[in-house]
Each structure stands twice: as structure tokens, then as C-alpha cells.
DNA sequence: GCTACTTTTTATACATGTACAAAAATCAAG
DNA sequence: CTTGATTTTTGTACATGTATAAAAAGTAGC
């Protein structure tokens, strides 16, 4: 962490890359060649320098992802006007999130591990958080109830993104085909009766409809005294 | 895949290894030092094999753990009796899930990839479904709701298991530390208000009211006739 | 110039999953 | 016994993230 409060030279080896060009390399490769294409090694090839130098201006990989990930939120994500309901409120934010990581695939696995999202999506929790709270919860049951949105938005995401990512990549059928095909009616019956259809059925995006769901079952379960009205 | 339909012996190289050989290798492995020290390479010396022979055997690593997690949810997982009214038939189906995963932690980045899960499991999921069906959705409706159920409860198993990991392995301050501390109250009044308590709350294990609140959506959002007798 | 110290860069090395090709070991036919 | 076909095993190689240690390039004090 170079610190330029006061404008004297500091000792050391002069930099020959900065965390900024680093980035913006990162940015490049992931633009041109897609995410999977940058690596570290490729990296270091861009910005004319060897791999574990870059580790002087980012933790690991997993950080420079990271701050990819900031960037991109803060590029493509837009506030949506406020206007709605509470509850309708909350479901717009949530949905804005799943909307952008669906457009950003590598980035799903990245946030299992920060429980966070990017300084530019805080706007966004925020929004959820005050809908919930709106809706008649306490402060408290709306954090909770942030969290249950964030572990199915990402679970859906990253469920989806798997799923076409094999789709893509490996054309042997899936396991779940085989097994539905010999389903024992009398053990499983509904799920025997079901099978000609799962595919196409879970092949659906009901993202939306499940989040009304969940957000209807937040307010109307830990939230009796809600605030329907505009505010 | 051996044809043992005829008792003639095959032509080709007799194997001098087995495919459930290298699968009770793998589970010992597992068993005794750990998920994450199961390499291919280790697998084969403890069968006394090369590591690429394991792959005559075994598709991928990915299939071995999929037929790990399969035997340790025949193992572990016992059915719950049939009890309460479809809802709970639901929410104890899902919980019964849920806890199966979380003590399986190395399972749950895997089940991303494979939308389904193993042949024990499938009566879990028959569970939740004719818990629903039961509750006055369509079976379109329920499988549906099912994705839902299992996009969250896969969400919550990867981000608590993934912060857990963070813990016990890097000690360093969180993004999430840092930028809850410097939050602009103007910007983002009720996470300001929040940032001190944040930690403490998202920490909770609150998967079951959420999965109460996602299944008490689905019913009353969907299904209007919903049957509450205990059938 | 020389020494100590600091910061950045470089070189080397390892563990991992697995692609690819060659080799080995069996059976059936001639 | 030879030849071919088939199956399994083995050996080699590559790409990856990153740990570790050494080297390089600067500043400050002498």
C-alpha cells in the first residue's frame, strides 16, 4: 500500500506495473479473449512482466476477479426509479442483482466466497433491506431476510450458469436423464409422472417467481403490522 | 462398462484394478485425511495403480465424488415419518437436505454442476413435491417451487460453507469489515444504521425460517385451494 | 563509494487434473 | 506361432495458481 501523503520519493525498487494497469489488463483479456482465457501467466505476458510480480499488486487471483467484478457493477449496473410498493421494491433490487450476474457468469463462484457484493451493488441491498423493513419487519428480520433473497439468487445463479456451462462443454447425457428414465413408479410416483416433463420444466427461468414467493413468505410470516401504502 | 451378461471371459487386457476398488479407496481417503487430500494421484498409489488408469474406471474426478456423495447419503440419510400436514412434509423434506449437506461440506460445490442428486436423495425430493402438490399447487407449479427450495438451500450450503473456509484458512479482515465500517449514513441509511450488528446477524443459521417463509409463499402464491387437512 | 534497508521483480519449484500416445496383456482366427 | 482386435495400463506432457527464495534497483546515512 504505497502511501503518496507525503510527496517524497520512497525507497525500494521503482514499480515497473501498477495495480491499475494490472487491472486494466485483466479487464482487457476478460473483454477480448473471455474469463477463462485470463490467467496469470497471460497476464503478466499483457503487461509486459512475470506472473508472481502481479502478486505484489493483488492478493491472488481471486482479488483481481474481485475488483473485475466491482468495475463491472459499477459500469453496468443502473438504479431503477423508485416507484412501487415496498415489497415491489425489494423484487426489483434482487432482481437487478440476479439480472447483472446473469450476464456475468464467472462471477458466480467468485461470491460464494466474499458474502458481499461490490461498493456500487451496497445501493441495491440497500434497497432490499429498506423494502423488507417497510413491509413491517424489524431491522433485525430484515437482514435475515436479505440474506435467504441473496442464498436463492446466487444459488439460482450458480445452479443455471453450471448447468449451460455442461451443456456447452460435455454433450454425454446427464445423470438426471438416465435416472428419471427408470424412475419405480410405486416408490416415486409423483416424481415418476413427472419425468417426461422435468426437463423442460427446470430448463424454465423462474427466477422472478420464486422471489415473490420468498419475499411474500419474509413479510407476511415475520411481518404482521406491514406498510402497504407508498410512504 | 463390463457386460457381465455373458459368463465368457472378455477379450483385452485383464484390469488389474476395479471400479468399486478405486471407489472404496477414495472413500477411506476421504474418510481419514480428509476430502480435500483425495488427489488422483494419491488414489492411485493407495490402489497401487498410475493415475491416469483411475480414469478407465471413473470418468473424472467429479464422478468419483458424485458416487462418494452417493453412498453417503445412502448412509447417513434416514427417512423422517410421516407426520403433519403437507407443508411440513415440505420444510422437513428440504431440511433433511439441508443438514445432510452441511455435514458434507466438499459436497456441496459439486451438486452445482449436477442438478440432481443421488438416487437416495430422489425421495426427499418426492417428499417436497407431493408435499406441495398436496398444499394445492399443480404439479407444474410444484416442481417449480422445488427448483426454488433447492436454489436456496444450495445457496445457503455454499456461502456458509465457502465463509467457513475463509475463516479457518485466512485470517485477514473481510471486504465486507472494511467497507461496513466507512458506510456513508446519507447513501445507505439502514446499512449504516445495520454495520454493527451485520456480522453478528448474517452469522446466524436462520436457513429454516427462510425455507418457511420460501414454502409459505409458494403455497399461498400459487395454489388458492390449498389442502390443509393431513390428508 | 559503501553499507544498510526497503520495495519490487524474477527464477525456480511444486501439486494438481487430465489429454495424448505408446505399450502391455489378453482373446480369436488363420 | 502369427496376426489382428480389444481393453487396460503406463509414461510423458501441459496448463494452472502460487509458495519460496534470491536478485535487482532504488534511498538514506556515512
Known amino acids: 500500500m504505497p502511501t503518496p501523503s507525503t510527496p517524497r520519493k520512497s525507497p525500494g525498487r521503482p514499480p515497473r506495473i501498477s495495480r491499475e494497469e494490472v487491472i486494466e489488463a485483466g479487464r482487457r483479456i476478460v473483454a477480448e479473449q473471455g474469463a477463462d482465457r485470463l490467467t496469470m501467466r497471460r497476464l503478466a505476458a499483457e503487461v509486459g512482466s512475470t506472473p508472481m510480480a502481479l502478486y505484489h499488486h493483488v492478493r491472488d487471483k481471486e482479488e483481481l476477479l474481485l475488483l473485475l467484478l466491482d468495475e463491472y457493477a459499477e459500469r453496468t449496473m443502473r438504479r431503477p426509479e423508485p416507484s412501487g410498493t415496498p415489497r415491489e421494491q425489494t423484487i426489483a433490487a434482487a432482481a437487478a442483482i440476479h439480472d447483472a450476474l446473469r450476464d456475468c457468469p464467472w462471477a458466480a463462484e467468485l461470491l460464494t466466497a466474499d458474502d458481499l457484493m461490490s461498493p456500487t451493488a451496497l445501493w441495491f441491498v440497500e434497497q432490499i433491506v429498506d423494502g423488507l423493513i417497510r413491509s413491517g419487519l424489524t431491522p433485525e428480520q430484515a437482514v435475515r431476510g436479505y440474506r435467504a433473497i441473496w442464498y436463492y439468487t446466487l444459488g439460482q445463479i450458480t445452479i ?16 438426471r436423464a438416465q435416472i428419471f428414465t427408470a424412475l419405480d413408479p410405486a416408490e416415486l410416483p409423483r416424481l415418476a409422472r413427472l419425468a417426461d416433463r422435468w426437463a423442460a420444466i427446470t430448463a424454465e427461468d423462474t427466477y422472478l417467481d420464486g422471489l415473490r414467493a420468498l419475499v411474500d413468505g419474509l413479510i407476511t410470516d415475520q411481518g404482521g403490522n406491514a406498510d402497504r401504502s407508498l410512504g
Open 160 to 175: 443455471t450458469a453450471a448447468a449451460a456451462n455442461r451443456r456447452t462443454r460435455d454433450p454425454r447425457p446427464t445423470r
